[in-house]
Structures are given as C-alpha cells and as structure tokens.
C-alpha cells in the first residue's frame, strides 16, 4: 500500500470498527479503514444469540445495570456501563434504520429472550444469526459512505507523531492519520492456543495488537481474564472452530443433567456458576464422555419444542443435522469465548495517547470480570459508533492546541 495521509484511520472490521467506518463515513470525508482479512471476517460474524438491549425506561435501564454489577463484580466500571447502557437503544435504532431487521411476535412487538443471570428477557436478535445479519447491514451501509477500504492490510506499528499518529502495515506502507481508532478485537483465540483448550473464536491475528498498544504505555484493565461459553457442543467438535450452543436456549425450560441425570446447576444460572457447575461435575467423575474422548454433560434439547428450535435456532438446527444430532440431548462442555481484559478507555472512547481511541473487545471495564450475554456485540456496536463521534469532533476541532 502507498503511504496516505488521513483524518481518521480506522483498524479492523469487525462489529466495532465496521460501526465505526459507518457512522464516521456518514460525516467526514477522510476516513481510511485497514483490515488484515477480508472485509468484515471478524469474530462478530460468528455471533449468533443476539443483542442484550435495555427496556427502554430509566427503570428498564437501571435493571440491566443492576444485573451487569452482579455479573460483573468489582472492577466492572460503573460509570463506563451506565453509558454503554444509555446508548444500546439509539444505536440499535440506527442499524435498523439502516435494514436490521429483528425478530418479532405476532403483534409486530419485537422478541425478547431470556439469557442467563437476567433479571428479564431482554436479548433481541435474527433467529440465532445476529452477527452474519449486523455485518450484512454494516457492509451495505459502508458502501454509500465515501470511507476508503483497504482490505489485506495488517496495522505491525503504531506510534504518535506531530497531531496524530503513525500507522505502519506489514507490507511496508505507512498512514499518517490525525486520529484512529483500533477496534481489533480480542486475542482469546491465541490465549486458547497457548494454554491448550478448546475455543468458539475462529483462527486470527487479533492479539497482535495487544503488544503495540502495551508499548504506547496504555494501561490494560482486567488483563488475562477470558470468559468459557459453557455450550461448547462436543459432538460438534471439528478442529480448529468449535460451535456453540446460544445461551438464549435457557429461556426454554432446557436443563443441565450430569451422567445420573441430577441437575448440575440451573441453565439460566450466571455464565461463570454454570461454568463451574460443569467442571466441578466432571471433575467428580459425574461427565459422560464423548465419541471423541471428551467429557461434558447433557443440555436437555429435547426439552424445548421442536418448533422453537426450528424457528427461533435455524443455525443450531443445521449443525446438529449436520452431525446427527436432531432430536437428541446434546454433550456440552465450556469453550473458550472471550476476553474480558482488555485497554483502559475513557467514557469517550480515547485513551492515553492523543488522538487515539478504542472500541470493542480490544477495550476492557465495561463487563468486569462476567459478561451477560448479548454484551459483547453490542458493546462493539455502541462503542464503535462512540468512537467515531469522538474521533470526528477532534477532528472538528483547530489542529494547534487540539487536547485530548
Ligand atoms: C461463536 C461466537 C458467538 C458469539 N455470540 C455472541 C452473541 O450472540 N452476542 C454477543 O453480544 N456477542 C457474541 N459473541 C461475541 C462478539 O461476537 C464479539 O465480542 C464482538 O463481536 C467483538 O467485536 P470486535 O469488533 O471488537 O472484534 P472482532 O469482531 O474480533 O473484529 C476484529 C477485527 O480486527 C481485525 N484485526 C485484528 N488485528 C488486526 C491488525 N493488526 N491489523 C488489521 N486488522 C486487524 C480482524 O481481522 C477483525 O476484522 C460471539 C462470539 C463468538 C466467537
């Protein structure tokens, strides 16, 4: 790539950044965006239960705070969540004005579903393919902007200079930009690699990212904690993607059965107590083992309707076809999911390096150290469009002098 100058250089395209891309490229006239894959191959296109958005009242609000802090614990950041929570609605109102068509009930309502350590339903989504709908709508979209893409192009450098910083790709070409956002997404994938267990992320690069923002000095919070997924399909199992069950099917009377059929823990419990729940179960030689040799207990499929399945689990209904799995309860075990350590951000979206923001599971405070589900797409989505606000009024702003 040659080297270009730019008012905002944006970095990966996942839900973050292509949000990001989106909303800037619907104001401004000089934004770059850089992706080392193809556009929009991310983690976000894999994201399948949907988006966890508030009932839109302060109360409604207050609730889904509440049930965060609970997730979350102490180093969830209070402040960053209130916010986060503030913006779900507007931003989700825009991807629909935008085509995101959610799934709705006979009346037109939208659907709202249960998921676990939820105080009341409130996951929206496509079927169980959110990620492939919000990245379609997201690409569209960025085709009527004017952002400039650049798709093969993996950001190995980062480094401040005179109003802005340096950018440098691996093939030797070099963007000056006056701000950028990195919304590179996490590196649990190549956490998984190292400590040797299975993972949902699909093979990337993500985590390379974390070395050049720790060598601007940009503080991390949470660094090293990573969430299980506990539905890890195990009869599913091929290679290097593993596939998951949505964790929306706890709002459908499924249960967690070890191999004497006794209840492990309640489906609908926390992420982490179900988690554990499973281990300790197989720790105690309570697991049934799998055709592949490893060990997990039964999510009681059977127990939802049929119709539920098919409708509402359209994804889920064609992998267990494709391993003979229809009509059947199914072995799972925890996977590997995400990473909830990441880069300090302030409630704008910058950081400690002028000019610099982050957006998406590269940034960590908003879910402390439990995630609720729906919580991870929809963080990238409101942040990378926070990003993009912020970026573009420091841009608005007279180059000498402009503070963070
Ligand atoms: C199987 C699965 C199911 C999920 N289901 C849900 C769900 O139902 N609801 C939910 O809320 N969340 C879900 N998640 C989590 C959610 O998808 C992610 O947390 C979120 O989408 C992360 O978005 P992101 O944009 O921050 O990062 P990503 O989507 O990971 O995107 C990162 C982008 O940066 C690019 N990149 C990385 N490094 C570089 C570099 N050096 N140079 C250039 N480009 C680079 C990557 O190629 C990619 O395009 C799921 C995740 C998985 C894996």
Redesign the pocket.
């Known amino acids: 790539m040659r080297d270009i100058t730019t008012g905002l250089a944006i970095?990966?395209?996942?839900?973050?950044?292509l949000m990001a891309a989106c909303v800037a490229g619907g104001i401004a006239s000089d934004v770059v965006l850089?992706?080392?894959?193809g556009l929009g191959?991310?983690?976000?296109v894999?994201?399948?239960?949907?988006?966890?958005v508030p009932i839109d009242t302060p109360d409604g609000r207050r609730r889904m705070l509440l049930d965060m802090i609970a997730a979350g614990g102490p180093t969830l950041d209070q402040s960053l969540a209130r916010r986060f929570i503030d913006e779900i609605v507007p931003t989700v109102d825009l991807l629909r004005s935008w085509g995101l068509v959610l799934d709705v009930d006979d009346d037109g309502e939208i659907v709202r579903r249960l998921a676990g350590a939820m105080s009341e339903p409130r996951i929206v989504g496509t079927g169980d393919r959110?990620?492939p709908s919000v990245i379609r709508v997201l690409r569209s979209r960025l085709r009527q902007t004017g952002v400039s893409v650049t798709t093969g192009?993996?950001?190995c450098g980062l480094n401040p200079v005179d109003d802005g910083l340096s950018i440098e790709l691996t093939d030797g070409g070099r963007i000056t930009a006056r701000t950028a956002i990195i919304?590179?997404?996490?590196g649990t994938r190549h956490h998984a690699e190292l400590v040797g267990e299975p993972c949902?992320?699909p093979a990337?690069?993500?985590f390379?990212?974390s070395a050049i923002l720790s060598g601007l000095g940009i503080p991390t919070v949470d660094e090293g904690v990573y969430q299980w997924q506990p539905f890890g399909l195990l009869e599913a199992a091929s290679g290097a993607s593993r596939p998951?069950v949505?964790e929306s099917v706890v709002g459908h009377g499924v249960r967690i059965l070890d191999r004497d059929g006794m209840d492990v823990v309640a489906a609908n419990a926390g992420r982490a107590e179900v988690t554990a729940a499973i281990q300790k179960a197989v720790d105690d030689g309570r697991g049934i083992r799998s055709s592949k040799g490893e060990w997990g207990v039964w999510l009681t499929l059977t127990d939802m309707p049929e119709r539920v399945l098919s409708n509402d689990f359209e994804h889920l209904a064609g992998i267990l076809r494709r391993h003979g799995l229809s009509g059947r309860d199914v072995l799972v075990a925890p996977y590997l999911?995400?990473q909830l350590g990441g880069f300090r951000m302030f409630e704008d979206c910058s950081c400690v390096v002028p000019g610099l923001y982050l957006a998406?599971?590269?940034a960590g405070g908003v879910h402390g150290h439990g995630r609720l589900?729906?919580?991870?797409?929809?963080d990238?989505l409101v942040h990378g469009r926070r990003a993009a606000l912020s970026a573009i009024d420091r841009l608005d702003r007279p180059v000498s002098g402009a503070g963070q």
Do not use: F, K, W
């Open positions: 970095v990966g395209s996942g839900a973050a950044g850089l992706t080392d894959g191959r991310s983690n976000s894999m994201a399948q239960g949907g988006l966890h959110i990620g192009a993996t950001v919304a590179t997404g996490g949902t992320n990337n690069r993500n390379e990212m998951c949505p999911h995400y998406g599971e590269v589900m729906g919580n991870g797409l929809t990238s």
